[in-house]
Structures are given as structure tokens and as C-alpha cells.
């Protein structure tokens, strides 16, 4: 019974030893676990800031391209009105060179 007693005693130790290896290995999961919990909330957190940042600057830009568009409608009002401008300048240039060549073409008909 000896043999039989000393075999179940090694087994029961190595059922032990084994158990405690689990046990160990048990709490250093757990506590990587919480460790990496604690780093998910944190990049959780920080994507949120950099989100709400984000939509700010969006709508910072958003706003700028809007008084841009407003500028730029401005700036093709004046386009226009510069347009017209030019030409109506043009006829009285032209006016006046007809004007001028008829005097030196036909000085003494005035």
C-alpha cells in the first residue's frame, strides 16, 4: 500500500502544484484585464477629445469657406460691375478717337 499511497501523494501534489500554476496564471489575466480596461477607457476618451476637437475645427472651417464663398461672390459683383465699367469706358474711347481723327482728317470742318 506504500507504493500505491506514495503514487496517489504525487499525483495529489502535481494535481496541486498544477491548480496553483492556475491560480497564478488566473490572476495575472485578470489583472491584465483591468490594465487593459483601464487603457480602453483612456483611448476611449481620448478619440472623444479628438472627435469633438475635430467637429471644432470642421465647423471652424466650415464657417471660413462660408465667409470665403461670400467674398468671392463679392469679388464677381465687382468683376461685373468692372466689366460694364471697361466697356462703357471703351465706347468713349472709341467715341473720342473718331472725334480726333475726324479733326485731323478734316481740320477746318468743325
Avoid: W
Amino acid at each position: 500500500m506504500n507504493g500505491n499511497g506514495d503514487n496517489y501523494e504525487a499525483r495529489f501534489t502535481r494535481i496541486e502544484n498544477i491548480l496553483e500554476t492556475l491560480v497564478v496564471s488566473q490572476r495575472q489575466l485578470l489583472t491584465s484585464q483591468v490594465l487593459l480596461t483601464e487603457q480602453l477607457e483612456k483611448t476611449n476618451e481620448n478619440i472623444e477629445l479628438v472627435a469633438n476637437r475635430l467637429g471644432e475645427r470642421m465647423d471652424q472651417l466650415v464657417q471660413r469657406m462660408d465667409q470665403l464663398v461670400e467674398r468671392m461672390d463679392r469679388l464677381a459683383e465687382r468683376m461685373d460691375q468692372l466689366s460694364v465699367r471697361v466697356e462703357q469706358v471703351e465706347g468713349q474711347v472709341e467715341a473720342l478717337v473718331k472725334i480726333v481723327d475726324g479733326m485731323i482728317r478734316n481740320p477746318g470742318k468743325q
